[in-house]
């Protein structure tokens, strides 16, 4: 029937100790992945730059943010990098089936390049976090 399709952005990896507060053994639902905090902080600042979150909710690699951008939604993945709590992920994607391509009228690819492009911007400007790039350390 109608399957959930995704076009993903670039994203961003990036180095932060300030999200390793919460242990990977207390965050659901898959022991070692996490990202509740940084999902959490993450969803505040896209609220304060005026983008609508709607929840944010754990996956079994991490946790996302659902972002809305009038008929689209957007999902903004959020994790550790394999065994660390300093390296972590950020890769938002646009997120819909077959009836929301046929009623949304439109493709959601700028709304997901201006919001892949906001949340680099948020990275660089916050203090704590030390390295940004596009691609995954070694």
């Known amino acids: 029937m109608g ?3 995704s076009k993903r952005a670039s ?6 100790g300030r999200f390793a507060s919460v242990a990977p053994t207390e965050e659901p639902p898959n022991r070692g992945r996490f990202g ?3 999902a959490d902080w993450l ?4 609220r304060t730059r005026g ?7 754990p996956e079994d690699w991490g946790w996302v943010v659902e972002v809305r951008v009038g008929p689209h939604r957007l999902d903004v993945g959020c994790g550790n990098a394999d065994g660390s709590v300093t390296r972590w992920a950020v890769r938002p994607e646009a997120r819909g089936g077959l009836l ?4 949304a009228g439109s493709k959601p690819t700028s709304e997901l390049l ?3 492009e906001e949340i680099g911007d948020i990275l660089r400007s ?3 976090t030390t390295w940004i790039g596009r691609d995954r350390p070694e």
């Open 3 to 5: 399957r959930s399709r």
């Open 11 to 16: 994203g961003w990896w990036f180095e932060s």
């Open 36 to 38: 509740r905090s940084l």
């Open 43 to 46: 969803a505040a600042e896209l």
């Open 51 to 57: 983008w609508e979150v709607r929840e944010v909710f």
């Open 100 to 103: 929301q391509r046929v009623f």
């Open 114 to 116: 201006r919001l892949d």
């Open 126 to 128: 916050d203090p704590q």
